[in-house]
């Protein structure tokens, strides 16, 4: 069965600081694939990013970056000088070839002015 | 061009009586699932429909039904309503199967009260 765990349920940083949300799935499968998406307040769910479960290779975009190392199946997202407009529910999904995509319960980042 | 629409936005019904929620995915995808989202399960997974033919159904009662047109555009029902199925009702689409390739463009959701 496919998992997604996100153990921090909630974090609040300083405006500025980076901060690192944790996401830790599993499956059996060797060919799924990861993403992020952002709720913001406004509750609209919006995609970030995807990743393959072959390309470990990690992603910047901007503020945003992904470290995804399959040797601890962990799919972590990091925001660098965090932002007020930062503040959002963030969920990390899996999903395979064949089956749904899943979604961890999310964790809720409160970016402080 | 627009995104995902999802009509209604909110509604309010009572316990026994059966709803129908109504999805438009974005011009071009062809490919719609839907996710129930509440404070205490988070995002669940309903179902998954692609060109008409539902690919993938959750853990849902039987209750919980849905459909796709040749148009793309989804619905889905539940009937008999239960307080438990107070929620967000969220639909999403994709361009691919199941938002796997280019991820999942979701709708602002429609809020089911059930009373």
């Known amino acids: 069965a496919q998992k997604v765990t996100q153990a921090q349920t909630e974090i609040s940083v300083v405006e500025k600081e980076d901060v690192t949300l944790d996401c830790v799935y599993e499956?059996?499968?060797?060919?799924?694939?990861l993403f992020w998406y952002k709720q913001p307040p406004s509750g609209e769910l919006v995609f970030l990013i995807r990743r393959n479960s072959f390309d470990e290779q990690n992603e910047i975009s901007g503020r945003y970056s992904w470290n995804f190392q399959k040797s601890t199946s962990s799919f972590n997202f990091t925001i660098t000088a965090s932002q007020v407009v930062d503040s959002a529910v963030y969920f990390c999904a899996l999903g395979n070839r064949d089956d749904k995509i899943i979604f961890g319960k999310g964790t809720r980042l409160h970016i402080l002015p | 061009k627009a995104g995902v629409t999802q009509t209604p936005r909110y509604l309010i019904k009572t316990r026994g009586q059966q709803v129908t929620l109504s999805c438009s995915p974005i011009?071009?995808?062809?490919?719609v699932s839907w996710y129930q989202q509440t404070p205490g399960q988070g995002l669940q997974f309903l179902f998954e429909y692609f060109s008409e033919t539902q690919r993938n159904k959750g853990n849902f009662p039987g209750r919980f039904s849905g459909r796709q047109f040749s148009n793309s555009r989804s619905e889905m029902n539940v009937s008999t309503l239960e307080l438990g199925d107070s929620a967000l009702y969220l639909c999403a689409s994709s361009p691919d199967y199941g938002g796997r390739g280019r991820g999942l463009y979701f709708g602002p959701g429609t809020r089911l009260t059930v009373t």
């Open positions: 011009s071009g995808h062809r490919s």
């Open positions: 499956t059996r499968d060797t060919t799924y694939y």
